[in-house]
């Protein structure tokens, strides 16, 4: 079950062993290491575990057509709404079914208008609502012993 109440670079440390151990691929886009970089170094991070993935031609059409179709509200920072949706355009073009995130206000956001029409079958982890072992096991949750 979740575990909100974790610090979310914990829940990540818990998703991350997780997905090694299950020998799921992981994916590093440049265009967070950019992020990354501004805070703390990329090479905290254990990068021998993760595919860098760049921004390439593909991913810049895809993320040119969903921003010509989905709409940026207003509210948001136009520079900041770009990266998240050649985020979006990367994960599509890749094939990656999952995103771990912290950002519910506009990554997530504009990842779930996304989907509304069918254009992206990316779901988003949202580490702020803790662990959940259910994304491993196509949202179905183990029985624990009593």
């Known amino acids: 079950m979740a575990n909100p109440a974790r610090p979310q670079h914990e829940v ?3 998703y991350f062993r997780e997905c090694v151990s299950r020998q799921i691929p992981l994916y590093l886009s440049a265009i967070v290491i950019s992020e990354f970089q ?5 090479n905290d991070l254990p990068l021998r575990n993760f595919s860098v993935l760049p ?4 991913h810049a059409m895809r ?4 921003i010509r179709q989905l709409q940026r509200d207003p509210a948001d920072d136009r520079v900041r709404v770009k990266d998240d949706f050649k985020l979006i355009a990367q994960c599509d073009c890749e094939g990656i079914s999952h995103l771990f995130s912290e950002d519910e206000s506009t990554l997530v956001k504009y990842l779930a208008r996304a989907q509304a029409p069918g254009q ?3 779901r988003a982890v949202l580490l702020k609502d803790g662990f959940d072992g259910s994304w491993f096991e196509n949202g179905q949750y183990r029985l624990t012993e009593g």
């Open 63 to 66: 993320c040119g057509i969903l």
């Open 55 to 58: 921004f390439n031609v593909d």
């Open 120 to 122: 992206s079958a990316t």
């Open 12 to 14: 990540a440390k818990q």
């Open 38 to 42: 501004v805070k703390q170094t990329i």
